[in-house]
DNA sequence: TCGCACCGCGCC
DNA sequence: AAAGGGCGCGGTGCGA
């Protein structure tokens, strides 16, 4: 007899897992507790479910309560941050019998771990690298792959869908709820039962799903992108686990001095406009900037609308100041007012402070993001569209680059692990070659078997020049404006404003390239008839298969309907390109980690760019293993155009480009 | 008090 | 005539 539901006993434990021995794949769920419960590497666990097929079996480990409630107690408020309101405010809450007697922790995993490195049973999960990591700690390993994420496998197959959390899904395709009181956010404040029955369901249901989605990713066929997918856990699993070090020291030194720089900036922004407001509200911005000069305003003409704005303006709403701009590029057009000048510099000092250094290091309401002075950052499989990572908690993809003296100080931060270095390795014009890479003869391909920088031939074609003549600013305004304008097809003003040409102009040199580079616009219209000719969701494969999938590109052509016509239309072909670009690096990491000494560690992913860090002995194996994993045959054979890498080692980040 | 919309802005 | 693809996050201000 196989056991089912709460396991308190030893026996019943060791049973349920023979059973589960026996089986191809299991569903597995923790509960955390703890402060750190959105931090996998350092969360306590306090329960533990698996399901498989007939049986699901849920494990208490350190619950502190039972179900029998046996009175109230009063407790001081806390505010949801975990902040306490104050010592005189209390509020009655139930009092709960004590919990049963549980297994002990260590007894549990070490009945476990058979199944945990069982290298043919699937473990499937919901969000599984979570799962992964916590119990990876109570292991002493990382659970072998096989792998399966039931939360990455609905992504894959609608990938536009926002919520794709478990219980949508369960209430979708079962009609179940079995949630009410967001359990899993605190499971250690509810009963005993209630915990269990939630944390059964989290399993079950998983497992459910998962034979669903399994059948599902082969019939519509996402397996080749899936298992790519699912061979990349294990890589993402080693970053969480290990982090990246910050140079702590020099972060608080540099929080000093901004401190002290945002105050000055404040000052200055105060004694241009006469008056102490709060700088960081748009609306007062607006009136200050815009208002009337007589009521101490500055009198400015506002000129750009928000995105807001242009939607009241599109529907001929009624337009105020709030609905017009204030951002950098408005300021920039009053060069001879202080007050505009004032605001820029400050904005530019704090967005770096708050975002980059204040978050991170942590305040009195808000935790640090630094553990052990390590960023676990997390990168996400399902956080985008077209199948790039998205990363978060913090967000170590939109550091500032340290071509700016910003930039750099905050990229210094980023060190290598004691007594190594940092090796970083980006693809060269990575979303370019695949769009060769499609297109084949033409003059961009020729570009890059000639070895000549595309955007240099871009405006050399456009110029009517030899590439040997064409000029920084050449290379720069025009051809990679233009560059930008394919991938995301940038209209007339904003070509205008990248290049820093009028409007006539920039119409002119879209209708060179145009003529110039005839296959680049004839294989756009080629994609979007192939997307089109897909119903009844259009939609494009990338180069290993990942879907993208844009209904609007079905909307019935009406004057109202033109903008999201074209906004689809550009999203179908930059998702074609960057989904690609997307694909490669997630393959190179996979190739990356197989070969990769143990010494070294893969730290950051940023789209086109990999971070490694490795022991000085072995800065020069690790940097051919990076070469050969980014760029070698068994990646290359996926474009016909020579992939290429920029790589340099440092000690810093910033000493990085 | 909190969740949300909105703005603005950092990156590729 | 006009059209910027993909993210996460900090701050403000509003309304539930």
Redesign the pocket.
């Known amino acids: 007899m196989v056991p089912q539901g709460v396991i308190l006993t030893e026996d019943s434990l060791r049973l349920a897992v023979n059973y589960f021995l026996t089986r191809d794949s299991f569903s597995f769920d923790v509960e955390s507790s703890g402060d750190y419960r959105d931090q996998p590497h350092l969360a306590s666990i306090s329960w533990i479910s698996l399901a498989t097929y007939g049986c699901c079996i849920v494990i208490p480990l350190d619950h502190p309560i039972g179900t029998k409630v046996i009175g109230t107690k009063k407790v001081p408020m806390?505010?949801?941050?975990g902040k306490k309101?104050g010592e005189t405010y209390f509020k009655a809450v139930p009092e709960y019998e004590g919990p049963p007697e549980q297994l002990d922790l260590a007894l549990v995993f070490g009945i476990l771990a058979p199944l945990f490195s069982h290298p043919k049973i699937v473990k499937t999960g919901h969000d599984v690298i979570y799962d992964l990591v916590v119990v990876s700690k109570y292991l002493g390993f990382v659970p072998v792959p096989p792998y399966f994420d039931t939360k990455i496998a609905f992504w894959t197959l609608n990938?536009n869908r926002m919520r794709n959390g478990l219980k949508e899904w369960t209430e979708e395709r079962y009609d179940h709820k079995y949630d009410f009181e967001n359990v899993g956010k605190c499971a250690e404040s509810h009963p005993f039962d209630t915990v269990a029955y939630y944390s059964y369901c989290d399993s079950k249901f998983d497992w459910l799903h998962y034979k669903w989605l399994k059948q599902q990713i082969a019939d519509q066929g996402l397996q080749k992108i899936y298992d790519l997918e699912m061979n990349i856990l294990n890589v993402l699993i080693g970053m969480r686990l290990s982090g990246v070090r910050i140079d702590v020291e020099k972060l608080k030194q540099l929080r000093a001095d901004l401190r002290v720089e945002v105050v000055q900036l404040e000052g200055n922004i105060y004694a241009a406009a006469g008056k102490k407001f709060?700088?960081?509200?748009?609306?007062?911005?607006?009136q200050i900037l815009f208002g009337k000069k007589s009521e101490g305003n500055q009198g400015l003409k506002p000129w750009?609308?928000?995105?807001?704005?242009r939607?009241i303006k599109d529907a001929n709403g009624k337009l105020e100041l709030?609905?017009?701009?204030?951002?950098?590029?408005?300021?920039a057009s009053y060069p001879d007012n202080p007050l505009a000048h004032a605001m820029?510099e400050y904005?530019?000092v704090?967005?770096?402070?708050?975002?980059y250094v204040?978050?991170?290091l942590g305040t009195e309401d808000?935790p640090a993001?630094i553990y052990d002075g390590r960023i676990h950052?997390?990168f996400?499989q399902y956080?985008?569209?077209?199948g790039?990572f998205?990363?978060?908690?913090?967000?170590l993809?939109?550091?500032?680059?340290s071509?700016?003296d910003?930039?750099k100080m905050i990229r210094d931060v980023f060190i290598s692990e004691p007594g190594g270095k940092l090796v970083v390795a980006?693809?060269s014009q990575?979303e370019l070659v695949i769009l060769a890479h499609y297109i084949g003869e033409g003059k961009l391909y020729e570009a890059f078997m000639q070895g000549i920088d595309p955007h240099t031939m871009t405006a050399a074609m456009v110029l009517g020049k030899d590439p040997a003549d064409v000029s920084k600013v050449e290379r720069q305004d025009l051809g990679k404006t233009l560059g930008?304008?394919v991938?995301?097809?940038?209209?007339?003003?904003?070509v205008a404003?990248?290049a820093h040409i009028t409007?006539d102009e920039a119409?002119r040199v879209?209708k060179t390239h145009e003529r110039m580079f005839p296959e680049i616009h004839q294989f756009k219209q080629d994609v979007l008839d192939l997307a089109r000719s897909r119903q009844p969701v259009p939609y494009i494969t990338t180069l290993m298969g990942r879907k993208r999938r844009v209904p609007d590109l079905n909307m019935e052509d009406t004057y109202f309907n033109?903008?999201y016509i074209?906004?689809a239309e550009?999203?179908t072909?930059?998702?074609l390109i960057?989904g690609g670009?997307a694909d490669l690096i997630k393959l190179a990491m996979v190739r990356l980690d197989a070969t990769l000494p143990d010494e070294a560690k893969l730290v950051l992913s940023?789209?086109?760019?990999l971070a490694i860090t490795a022991p000085d002995g072995m800065v020069f194996e690790v940097e051919n293993t990076v070469r050969e994993a980014m760029t070698g045959a068994g990646i290359q054979k996926l474009v016909r155009v020579p992939l290429r890498i920029d790589l340099h080692t440092g000690d810093r980040w910033g000493d990085i480009?």
Not at 304 to 309: E, H, I, P, Y
Not at 390 to 395: D, H
Not at 397 to 401: A, F, G, T, V, W
Not at 606 to 609: G, K, M, S
């Open positions: 806390k505010y949801k941050t309101i990938e709060n700088i960081n509200s748009n609306p007062q911005k607006q750009k609308l928000t995105a807001k704005g939607e709030i609905h017009y701009s204030t951002d950098d590029e408005v300021l820029r904005g530019d704090s967005k770096i402070l708050s975002t204040e978050s991170w808000e993001k950052a997390g996400l956080g985008t569209v077209t790039r998205s990363c978060r908690s913090p967000n993809q939109n550091l500032p680059r071509s700016s910003m930039g980006d693809y990575i930008f304008a991938v995301y097809g940038a209209g007339l003003g904003k404003s990248m409007f119409k879209l033109r903008k074209m906004g550009r999203q072909f930059n998702s960057q670009a940023v789209h086109d760019e480009k």
